[in-house]
């Protein structure tokens, strides 16, 4: 049974760069979100998916974030011009269809931004 | 709005003994409410969930919780810690108003000493 991938695993960039990083869910589960968790806090809703269509944006994501999922498999978030106030862990999770507040997480991206 | 309250920011208990980790929700319905444990670096499991029924649930890796809708509480419990159970612990709701995603605690550090 895989669980939730994300890739890479840690990020290291520079201030104004453009990070792009991929989760890949559990087979066959329908609905994949993403949050953010900033050091000594929970994680925060981001967005989440429903198969390749994106139901509900938090207004964390600012303008410089964008996250794609489209063939309903894989996602991507995208984050432009990137700010030392973006560093944080990077989590997406997974849920099965009929089950969305099962969520079930990968082990997250962790981006530094000098 | 919704909220989820751990009011608890470290615990320390020694191996052996019994635990209780605190969580307090507010919503305007029954939520469904949810443990998960995270160690240093890694993303999120699920330990537990309640979503109606049974109010006392039992969960992976011997743990337990209670859900007291009279107190507006989902406390964690294990009658006998492990070294191995020293993480971080976060109590998570959803499902008011049929919002996808999970609202979280600011999450319980468990310290165990031999």
């Known amino acids: 049974d895989t669980g939730v991938s994300q890739n890479p695993r840690h990020k290291i960039t520079k201030r104004g760069q453009n990070v792009t990083f991929r989760c890949d869910p559990i087979?066959?589960?329908?609905?994949l979100y993403w949050y953010r968790q900033t050091l000594g806090q929970g994680p925060e809703f981001l967005t989440y998916?429903?198969?390749?269509?994106?139901?509900?944006k938090s207004r964390l994501l600012s303008d410089r974030f964008s996250a794609e999922r489209p063939k309903g498999s894989f996602s991507t978030l995208e984050i432009q011009r990137t700010e030392q106030g973006d560093s944080a862990m990077y989590l997406c999770?997974?849920?099965?269809?009929?089950?969305?507040?099962?969520?079930?997480f990968g082990p997250g991206t962790r981006l530094t931004v000098t | 709005a919704q909220s989820v309250t751990q009011p608890d920011i470290h615990i320390t208990v020694s191996e052996g003994a019994s635990l209780e980790l605190r969580c307090n929700y507010s919503?305007?319905?029954?939520?469904?409410l949810f443990w998960y444990v995270q160690s240093p670096g890694q993303g999120l499991q699920l330990l537990l969930k309640?979503?109606?029924?049974?109010?006392l649930v039992q969960g992976i890796k011997g743990f337990e919780a209670e859900f007291k809708r009279s107190q507006s509480s989902f406390n964690l419990r294990k009658p006998s810690v492990h070294w191995s159970d020293a993480a971080e612990y976060f109590c998570?709701?959803?499902?008011?108003?049929?919002?996808?995603?999970?609202?979280f605690g600011t999450g319980t550090r468990l310290t165990i000493i031999p």
């Open positions: 087979s066959e589960h329908n609905r």
């Open positions: 998916f429903q198969n390749e269509a994106q139901l509900e």
């Open positions: 309640y979503f109606s029924g049974d109010t």
């Open positions: 998570a709701g959803g499902g008011d108003f049929g919002n996808e995603k999970l609202t």
């Open positions: 999770a997974s849920s099965p269809r009929g089950r969305n507040y099962e969520q079930y």
């Open positions: 919503y305007g319905a029954t939520p469904y």
